[in-house]
């Protein structure tokens, strides 16, 4: 199972918008509507902030949200905040129970 | 609260046996539609999901390393352990395990979302 397709890095202001891709195949990403995705700041574990492409578990800020389009999953930021800057991955479901992760993005708040 | 806890040594010798404990609390192993998977990251590197073990005792493994992964539960002891064969330095990495949730889709539900992850334990592989 090959990595999720994600860019190395992306940059934005504070109050701007941010968007990440996460670009799979039609076995992973294009199949379901099963993705995730996860914020890690550095040292610490991930945290969950987008499920099933685009619920936002209880306590995560409605300025991220997630879509999908084909193969390519995407994680929106917006009114990005110095305390968004962190590694973004994103996970899919990839059949017969097994999970990939993307590669994951560092975004800076410039 | 939920939380889950790993623990193991911190130094394995090549060519080893790695055996991780994952100590769970605020649920049990035995919910419906709960699991508990291990994701790893090699310093600097992105994450790489391991393995997961569901409430039916439903095992599945990552391709490229199920020859050295056993993953089990004991529900008493609120405990899942995964043990990796034949550690090399390129398995240096934090090991983290977490709780993993689904959703239907269709008449199935999908494990595919983990919601709760403990602090990870950092395991060294070196002679």
């Known amino acids: 199972q090959s990595a999720l397709t994600q860019p190395a890095s992306v940059s934005g202001s504070p109050g701007q918008s941010i968007t990440i891709s996460c670009t799979g195949t039609?076995?992973?990403?294009?199949?379901?509507?099963?993705v995730s995705w996860y914020q890690q700041h550095p040292g610490k574990a991930p945290k969950l902030m987008i499920y099933?492409?685009?619920k936002r578990p209880s306590g995560v800020s409605n300025r991220f949200s997630g879509s999908k389009s084909g193969n390519t999953a995407s994680l929106t930021i917006s009114g990005l905040q110095a305390e968004d800057e962190a590694d973004y991955y994103c996970?899919?479901?990839?059949?017969?129970?097994?999970?990939?992760f993307g590669g994951g993005t560092k975004l800076t708040v410039l | 609260q939920v939380t889950l806890k790993e623990s193991g040594p911190v130094l394995v010798k090549p060519t080893e046996t790695l055996t991780l404990t994952c100590t769970v609390s605020g649920f049990s192993l035995s919910n419906a539609r709960m699991g508990v998977s291990w994701i790893r990251q090699p310093p600097g590197k992105a994450l790489e999901w391991l393995a997961h073990i569901f409430s039916n005792d439903e095992k599945s493994y990552s391709t490229s390393l199920k020859s050295r992964l056993t993953i089990s539960k004991d529900t008493s002891k609120s405990q899942v352990v995964l043990t990796m064969t034949n550690m090399d330095p390129v398995d240096t990495a934090t090991y983290y395990c977490?709780?993993?949730?689904?959703?239907?889709?269709?008449?199935?539900?999908?494990?595919?979302?983990?919601?709760?992850w403990g602090k990870g334990t950092t395991v060294t592989v070196s002679s």
């Open positions: 099933e492409g685009s």
């Open positions: 996970c899919s479901y990839a059949g017969s129970s097994s999970l990939v």
């Open positions: 039609s076995s992973d990403v294009g199949s379901y509507n099963l």
């Open positions: 977490a709780r993993i949730r689904g959703s239907w889709w269709g008449p199935y539900y999908y494990y595919y979302y983990m919601d709760v």
